[in-house]
């Protein structure tokens, strides 16, 4: 397994549009494992193919506290299944260090594929619901960021092109 590295915002890379998986084959599976790893090291609780500069739509997660809940999401989609929207403070491991509160539609029905590729639904509320969708907007090239005001949105990106120069 290796740790891969995290594209960080305002990098434009983030904005790629991911491609579907064709086959889910070793290559896949070694990826899926590879962003796991990457993912429990930073640490964080989902992270999005597109995150480590491989644009095929696949997505880990795992919301639990001691790591006993790894969940695949190849080709995931979703459908809104409420009118009502819940608001969470949403990070993000490509924006370090910023914390925003997001509306997003409180529950959704997932179709994704597992590890083995086999297809599976879901359906999801609360926290789990809000990270797919955030997780999903990675895959479309979409940050939480672009759900804040663009005075907010300026002002991270400033601090974290700052932050890149000095580290650079
Ligand atoms: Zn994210």
Do not use: W
Request: proline share 5%; aromatic share 6%; with cysteine.
């Amino acid at each position: 397994m290796a740790i891969l590295n995290i594209l960080e915002f305002p990098d434009s890379r983030l904005r790629t549009i991911a491609k579907p998986v064709a086959v889910v084959d070793d290559g896949i599976r070694q990826l899926v494992d590879d962003m796991f790893e990457t993912m429990y090291e930073a640490p964080g609780i989902g992270l999005a193919a597109t995150q480590v500069n491989v644009h095929k739509r696949v997505v880990v997660m795992d919301l639990s506290e001691d790591r006993s809940d790894p969940r695949v999401f190849i080709n995931p989609e979703f459908d809104i299944l409420t009118d009502e929207v819940e608001q969470y403070q949403e990070g993000c491991l490509s924006v370090p260090g910023f914390y925003e509160n997001v509306d997003r539609p409180q529950k959704v029905k997932i179709r994704a594929l597992d590890r083995d590729g086999q297809p599976y639904e879901l359906i999801a509320e609360g926290l789990l619901a809000v990270c797919v969708q955030h997780e999903c907007d990675h895959l479309n090239g979409k940050l939480f960021v672009d759900y804040l005001s663009t005075l907010k949105r300026d002002r991270i990106k400033k601090k974290l092109e700052k932050l890149h120069k000095q580290n650079a």
